[in-house]
């Protein structure tokens, strides 16, 4: 039996023309090399989850899901921990991606996550990080410390098209991910442990 975490990379943006994607499959092929985590690359795109939500529904007790939704439900359940990959649109991040943390809950609880962000002028996109910091925690979601950012990341593609900076990025996804992974093991192991108190 494989000793290795399960890992959600989740494609952050839903919109046409997006980045997003580029990024999540490298994290998610780095994530794959670095050997602790079974990787699952998850595409908020294909959940077509409902444009909108009754109260019911932001606390996973709808009676039926559609396909579609209930798949990702089970995926991010199976998830020990994720790394959200964001744009960052007004200084935020993208409505799809905050639509996705709302309508799931406690899928997101008692594991950590790490941001990959981009973005233009020198922030990278760490203003999304930012509020991801607000946001995950309200989830019981734990963020860690480091990321990883690609400010102005459309200046950075060579004459083949090919974005340049994401070899000089692989030693700070490994520091990522061995913090990731701690933090997952330990979290992993305390979920098994004792299940988490009901914030009610």
Do not use: C
């Given at each position: 039996?494989?000793?290795?975490?399960?890992?959600?990379?989740?494609?952050?943006?839903?919109?046409?023309?997006?980045?997003?994607?580029?990024?999540?499959?490298?994290?998610?092929?780095?994530?794959?090399?670095?050997?602790a985590f079974d990787v699952d690359?998850?595409?908020?795109?294909?959940?077509?989850?409902?444009?909108?939500?009754?109260?019911?529904?932001?606390?996973?007790?709808?009676?039926?899901?559609?396909?579609?939704?209930?798949?990702?439900?089970?995926?991010?359940?199976?998830?020990?921990?994720?790394?959200?990959?964001?744009?960052?649109?007004?200084?935020?991040?993208?409505?799809?991606?905050?639509?996705?943390?709302?309508?799931?809950?406690?899928?997101?609880?008692?594991?950590?996550?790490?941001?990959?962000?981009?973005?233009?002028?020198?922030?990278?996109?760490?203003?999304?990080?930012?509020?991801?910091?607000?946001?995950?925690?309200?989830?019981?979601?734990?963020?860690?410390?480091?990321?990883?950012?690609?400010?102005?990341?459309?200046?950075?593609?060579?004459?083949?098209?090919?974005?340049?900076?994401?070899?000089?990025?692989?030693?700070?996804?490994?520091?990522?991910?061995?913090?990731?992974?701690?933090?997952?093991?330990?979290?992993?192991?305390?979920?098994?442990?004792?299940?988490m108190p009901s914030p009610y």
């Amino acid at each position: 039996m494989s000793d290795k975490l399960n890992l959600g990379v989740i494609i952050g943006s839903t919109r046409e023309g997006r980045w997003a994607p580029a990024p999540a499959k490298w994290i998610a092929g780095v994530a794959e090399r670095h050997g602790a985590f079974d990787v699952d690359l998850i595409d908020l795109l294909d959940a077509d989850l409902p444009q909108h939500m009754a109260e019911r529904d932001m606390w996973s007790t709808q009676d039926d899901p559609s396909d579609e939704v209930a798949a990702l439900s089970e995926r991010l359940h199976r998830a020990d921990a994720f790394i959200v990959v964001s744009g960052e649109y007004n200084l935020s991040i993208p409505a799809a991606l905050k639509h996705a943390i709302d309508y799931y809950m406690n899928e997101w609880a008692a594991k950590p996550v790490a941001m990959v962000t981009y973005g233009g002028k020198l922030s990278g996109g760490q203003n999304a990080a930012q509020h991801l910091r607000q946001i995950f925690p309200e989830l019981r979601t734990m963020t860690v410390r480091n990321t990883i950012s690609f400010p102005r990341f459309y200046q950075h593609f060579d004459d083949r098209g090919e974005f340049t900076k994401f070899d000089e990025s692989e030693p700070a996804a490994k520091t990522l991910l061995d913090e990731l992974h701690w933090w997952s093991r330990a979290l992993a192991n305390a979920r098994a442990a004792t299940p988490m108190p009901s914030p009610y």
